[in-house]
């Protein structure tokens, strides 16, 4: 179904909220890339749900369809661009697809899989991210007649870095195996460039291109674990 009440009128979209009437599904691990939409879709008139891996967004999907989908390429069990091929060929099909990394190589993974448009994080400009919107969603779900609105750069919550921060502490702190350090390097990498943290992102970067080259890495995921602890001891993020 629709995630929106079928008596309900439409909302109208305004220059300052274009996108009234629109639902965005989220798939985002990170919950500090995720408050900064949150607060750009509050900004914007969207309607936002959150999923946090694919098994919770596929659960999703199985009750609403959104307008649009958000996805994260770099997720906690596999890659969002599974998720977006599925959604590509899927009928009837949510009106934009959208893929998102911080990652390099996310963009070309999204479009191969079949991806409407591509969000290069982190998120920050708000008429970036409405324009970014409306211009993917199909012709006849685009307002018209909107003039641009002066542009705001979004700060989200520095607890949700925290957040963050706990998650992948958790993650650490069990079996260091080859996919836990991949996943734990690719998120540390994304979420620390969304907050400016260069130290964390440096040390995560290095430690991602130990492993792609077969390196040791038993004592770059310590200083990595230990970064991340030292941001938990921290009252606020960075």
């Known amino acids: 179904m629709d995630d929106s009440s079928p008596f309900a009128s ?10 009234l009437g629109q639902t965005i599904l989220v798939v985002e691990d990170s919950r ?14 969207a309607r936002i749900r959150r999923a946090d891996c694919l098994t919770s967004a596929r659960r999703h999907l199985q009750i609403y369809r959104p307008s649009v989908i958000l996805v994260d390429i770099g997720l906690p069990d596999g890659s969002g ?25 996310g963009q070309e993974a999204a479009l191969q899989a079949g991806a409407d448009g591509f969000l290069n994080k982190p998120l920050k400009s708000l008429s970036h991210f409405q324009q ?10 685009r307002p018209n007649n909107l003039h641009a609105i002066r542009d705001k750069v979004i700060h989200p919550d520095p607890m949700a870095y925290q957040d963050d921060m706990a998650h992948i502490a958790d993650v650490l702190a069990g079996p260091n195996d080859h996919r836990t350090l ?47 602890q030292a941001r938990l001891e921290q009252r606020e993020a960075i």
């Open 10 to 19: 439409p909302a109208q979209p305004t220059a300052t909220r274009p996108l």
């Open 32 to 45: 500090f890339a995720c408050d900064a939409i949150r607060l750009m879709c509050l900004h914007s008139g």
């Open 81 to 105: 661009a599974d998720l977006i091929a599925e959604l590509a060929e899927a009928t009837p099909r949510i009106g934009a697809i959208l893929g998102m990394s911080g990652d390099d190589h």
């Open 132 to 141: 970014f919107i409306l211009e993917n969603l199909p012709q006849d779900r």
């Open 182 to 228: 991949d996943y734990a390097a690719q998120f540390l990498i994304g979420v620390a460039r969304d907050a400016e943290d260069t130290v964390l992102a440096d040390a995560a970067q290095k430690l991602a291109e130990t492993r792609a080259g077969g390196g040791p890495v038993t004592a770059l995921a310590a200083k990595v674990a230990g970064i991340v």
